[in-house]
């Protein structure tokens, strides 16, 4: 039933934003080999990554057995996955630093994506997270008598 909702030109946006993001992780490779500003390597890669949340939270709005029943909780899902992975991405660029020199940037990345986590998450829908466990006889619940 998700493939009548889904529109004929969502494969082609998750697959122009994974040709993008994983070319600029090939680029950024080859930026440090050769000792290229990683600028734009990332520059790419931010696009790609874009690109493929975007489609993600679209795509959960979209899927009828998906919680995100929202455009603000489709919205707060791309934030938040777009938070996770610039906190990430900070993590590399911090660690590849020592070849490329642009410490700072993971900084503002890094700070960035922190920012993102908890606007996200803020923003997420709160029922998709919590258990079931109030109720009786549920699992992880407990005994209902305890």
Not at 112 to 121: D, I, R, T
Request: hydrophobic fraction near 55%.
């Amino acid at each position: 039933m998700s493939d009548e909702r889904q529109p004929a030109w969502s494969p082609w946006v998750f697959l122009v934003g994974l040709v993008l993001f994983l070319g600029s992780l090939a680029a950024f490779v080859a930026d440090l080999v050769t000792g290229h500003d990683v600028v734009r390597s990332l520059a790419v890669n931010a696009v790609g990554v874009a690109i493929l949340v975007t489609w993600a939270a679209a795509d959960t709005l979209r899927d009828p057995d998906s919680a995100v029943a929202s455009r603000g909780g489709a919205a707060g899902t791309g934030v938040l996955l777009c938070g996770v992975y610039l906190v990430l991405a900070a993590v590399v660029v911090a660690v590849t630093s020592v070849v490329h020199g642009r410490l700072e940037l993971a900084a503002w990345v890094g700070g960035f994506g922190v920012v993102l986590v908890v606007l996200g998450f803020l923003a997420f829908p709160k029922d998709t997270l919590v258990d079931d466990e109030d109720e009786p006889g549920t699992a992880g619940g407990g005994d209902a008598n305890t």
